[in-house]
């Protein structure tokens, strides 16, 4: 069970820094693509 909920937290560390990067890469990309036009 101590395994499981290991896993659950760490899943849900992944995800969130998921979230974190791609809100914070996607406004460089839109950026950079807008310059470039």
């Known amino acids: 069970m101590n395994y499981i909920q290991k896993n659950i937290s ?8 998921q979230v974190v990067y791609f809100y914070s890469v996607n406004p460089v990309i839109g950026t950079l693509i807008m310059l470039n036009k």
């Open 10 to 17: 760490l899943l849900l560390l992944y995800l969130s820094f």
